[in-house]
């Protein structure tokens, strides 16, 4: 009896969803978000990074749903990154979701994701992010990298973007 208790017990605790700190949902956000105002003196960057929800298959009426893990790099072995602005926006431009309602930090080498379950579809095949940072003017750019998944059955597809700074 003492055995099955404890074999339930462990059914149980392995069975319940774990949620990353370093994975971005609205309330993550709130816990990163920046409580002064950050320096005019750090050097601001844009990055525009292509974002897929979903993939053409066969022809242009069959696609397929991807989950999209959008990762923020800080490169920097030293000082913080900031993320003013992190906007999504679908294929015809349209914005979806602003996640930065306040300025967050990633501190030096870490990584934070921002992740789109497969299910949703608003991105659709030619969807991005646009990002506004800032860092200090000695460090070095930070890197915005998508990678996308999907599997059914014994079949997977998956691929990464990497973002490209503009102006």
């Given at each position: 009896?003492?055995?099955?208790?404890?074999?339930?017990?462990?059914?149980?605790?392995?069975?319940t969803e774990h949620k990353d700190v370093n994975t971005l949902s609205t309330v993550n956000w709130d816990k990163r978000s920046v409580g002064f105002k950050i320096p005019d003196s750090l050097k601001a960057g844009k990055t525009y990074l292509s974002v897929y929800s979903q993939v053409y298959s066969q022809s242009e009426h069959t696609t397929h749903d991807l989950t999209a893990t959008i990762n923020m790099r800080n490169t920097s072995s030293t000082d913080t990154?900031?993320?003013?602005?992190?906007?999504?926006?679908?294929?015809?431009?349209?914005?979806?979701?602003?996640?930065?309602?306040?300025?967050?930090?990633?501190?030096?080498?870490?990584?934070?994701?921002?992740?789109i379950d497969e299910h949703n579809k608003e991105g659709g095949t030619g969807g991005n992010f646009i990002f506004n940072w800032k860092i200090s003017k000695l460090s070095s750019n930070p890197l915005f990298e998508g990678v996308f998944i999907s599997t059914k059955g014994q079949q997977g597809l998956s691929f990464v973007t990497q973002g490209k700074v503009i102006d």
């Open positions: 009896m003492r055995s099955f208790v404890l074999l339930l017990i462990f059914a149980v605790v392995s069975c990154l900031y993320i003013i602005k992190a906007e999504y926006f679908n294929t015809v431009g349209k914005s979806i979701r602003n996640y930065a309602k306040k300025p967050i930090y990633i501190a030096p080498m870490e990584s934070v994701a921002i992740v």
